[in-house]
């Protein structure tokens, strides 16, 4: 997905220059929703097909989101952690991991249509364990050889999940579940 990533961040990038060169006024308030509503949607859309694995393509990525943050008022002086954190914004690997669990969530509790999507995942045989804390959703992880096919969703968000704990897994609804991610998760945000 090299060169999808390339136009993903030659638009997003195109985008940020404009809007950047469109307002004058470079605070916080304005830019931030305008980044979340117009840009970040373009690094994301579909991003649990492409999701990159190269550190190349992982920072290509990313530096959209660093130097659109630089340019806000107030935050030159600060490193890209710092601005994130100041700002309130996740880091886009971030993004893309809490996504591949949403999708893996919609995909265990038969959000999507299951007559399409019980091929992707095999449950563990240890689900019908009637141990308290055994996880009901937990997957297992299929043997591949190459490192393209690791990669693929089905395969490298296995581990991801299977680590969560179970109040995540067993969220009443999606709203719950991306709350509990980001609580979990928020010193990685």
């Avoid at 994301?44 to 943050?69: C, F, G, H, M």
């Avoid at 809490?98 to 509790?109: A, F, S």
Wanted: net charge positive.
């Amino acid at each position: 997905f090299n060169q999808h990533i390339a136009q993903i961040v030659k638009k997003a990038r195109s985008i940020s220059a404009m809007l950047l060169r469109t307002f004058t006024n470079k605070s916080s308030e304005i830019h931030v929703p305008i980044f979340k509503s117009l840009v970040r949607p373009h690094l994301e859309y579909a991003n649990s097909v492409w999701n990159p694995y190269l550190k190349n393509d992982i920072n290509r990525l990313e530096k959209v989101q660093k130097n659109y943050t630089k340019i806000i008022q107030g935050m030159k002086d600060l490193n890209y952690h710092q601005r994130l954190e100041k700002l309130k914004l996740p880091c886009l690997e971030y993004r893309r991991a809490r996504g591949d669990i949403i999708e893996v969530y919609k995909i265990t509790h038969n959000i999507y249509d299951p007559i399409s999507t019980n091929v992707l995942f095999n449950m563990s045989s240890s689900n019908t364990s009637t141990r308290l804390n055994v996880n009901p959703y937990r997957l297992t992880k299929p043997h591949v050889n190459r490192k393209q096919t690791q990669m693929f969703f089905t395969n490298r968000v296995i581990d991801l999940w299977n680590s969560l704990p179970l109040h995540i897994i067993n969220s009443d609804s999606l709203n719950t579940l991306k709350n509990n991610i980001d609580s979990h998760f928020k010193e990685l945000m």
